[in-house]
């Protein structure tokens, strides 16, 4: 598995904004289609946004959309998300993850997996 560091986590008041980074080392992520997953404790991880190798995004979940927009570095080998207008129910653990497209790697959570990152923590409260 690709392995990958997420940042950019933090505190942030509701409706405000943060960058999450997803960045890699030691192999190209120009194959790949990379996703964002996020996890709330005690729940299941979902998966939130993807974009694949030609750069094409999609949202998993239709609650981000309008809201949060992913973008492909592959120069830097980086992955980021841009979440905008955040709300109380964006807190949660994100994490990513990379497969041959974004079908593929969304059935990483249909299957045990041992690639997950630290992930980055972001909190939206007042």
């Known amino acids: 598995h690709l392995q990958f560091v997420e940042s950019g986590g933090g505190l942030v008041q509701p409706g405000g904004s943060l960058r999450l980074s997803c960045a890699t080392s030691?192999?190209?992520?120009?194959?790949?289609?990379i996703a964002w997953f996020r996890q709330v404790s005690g729940k299941e991880r979902e998966g939130v946004s993807c974009i694949t190798s030609t750069n094409r995004p999609t949202d998993y979940i239709d609650s981000v959309k309008g809201r949060f927009s992913i973008s492909r570095d592959d120069a830097k080998n980086t992955v980021y998300l841009q979440m905008n207008s955040l709300k109380p129910e964006d807190t949660a653990i994100y994490y990513c993850?990379?497969?041959?497209?974004?079908?593929?790697?969304?059935?990483?959570?249909?299957?045990?997996?041992?690639?997950w990152g630290q992930g980055t923590r972001v909190t939206v409260s007042s």
């Open positions: 030691g192999s190209t992520l120009g194959v790949y289609a």
């Open positions: 993850a990379a497969g041959l497209s974004c079908r593929d790697v969304l059935t990483i959570l249909l299957r045990p997996y041992d690639g």
